[in-house]
Antibody
Framework: QVQLVESGGGLVKPGGSLRLSCAAS????????MSWIRQAPGKGLEWVSY????????YYADSVKGRFTISRDNAKNSLYLQMNSLRAEDTAVYYC?????????????WGQGTLVTVSS | DIQMTQSPSTLSASVGDRVTITCRAS??????LAWYQQKPGKAPKLLIY???SLESGVPSRFSGSGSGTEFTLTISSLQPDDFATYYC?????????FGQGTKVEIK
């Protein structure tokens, strides 16, 4: 079955960097659009970034543009989020999420999330 | 950017109640709306997509309706497993926006 497993979260100081990974299994990873979505503690959901199946099309939320970089390695069935210049407001659980095949409008499968804490 | 406004923010209800949650978009999104259920410490779960299509495996007591700017999620008879937070989510031109959430509590 579809599995998405995030890793790489942790405690980082403001201004620091972190790289999140999402290992995908149970489906042909290279066929699917992927996104990162985050949730600050006790808050709602916020879409962060999108990448097309080939990696050729990428979009970011304004709140992370210029600081975060999404990428994927289809040979390794993995999705990444490089986070630089981290701020306290980036503290959140980060989920990777997969859209249904051929669609990008909603998210059918989610990982369990990885917590990123930005604090001095 | 399109803003999504859910109401109410919190809803107290009893088992067996009919529950309706509303989501309004700041501009028309056609039917590009989804609903999710989230329980504490868990990832969201897709319930409804394209405004009214029931995701496979989701109980039929859940239904969605609407188009344009106003949408509703209805639970026809609330069950103990349904106490959770519900989010709407829109898609428009490579931007995805969630509502602020509606927490369904036990009355």
């Amino acid at each position: 079955q579809v599995q998405l497993v995030e890793s790489g979260g942790g405690l980082v100081k403001p201004g620091g960097s972190l790289r999140l990974s999402c290992a995908a299994s149970g489906f042909t990873f290279s066929d699917y659009y992927m996104s990162w979505i985050r949730q600050a503690p006790g808050k709602g959901l916020e879409w962060v970034s999108y990448i097309s199946s080939s990696g050729s099309t990428i979009y970011y939320a304004d709140s992370v543009k210029g600081r975060f970089t999404i990428s994927r390695d289809n040979a390794k069935n993995s999705l990444y989020l490089q986070m630089n210049s981290l701020r306290a407001e980036d503290t959140a659980v980060y989920y990777c999420a997969r859209a249904p095949h051929g669609f990008l409008e909603w998210f059918r499968h989610w990982g369990q999330g990885t917590l990123v804490t930005v604090s001095s | 950017d399109i803003q999504m406004t859910q109401s109410p923010s919190t809803l107290s209800a009893s088992v067996g109640d009919r529950v309706t949650i509303t989501c309004r978009a700041s501009q028309s999104i056609s039917s590009w709306l989804a609903w999710y259920q989230q329980k504490p410490g868990k990832a969201p779960k897709l319930l409804i997509y394209k405004a009214s299509s029931l995701e496979s495996g989701v109980p039929s007591r859940f239904s969605g309706s609407g188009s344009g700017t106003e949408f509703t999620l209805t639970i026809s008879s609330l069950q103990p497993d349904d106490f959770a937070t519900y989010y709407c989510q829109q898609y428009n031109s490579y931007t995805w926006t969630f509502g602020q959430g509606t927490k369904v509590e036990i009355k």
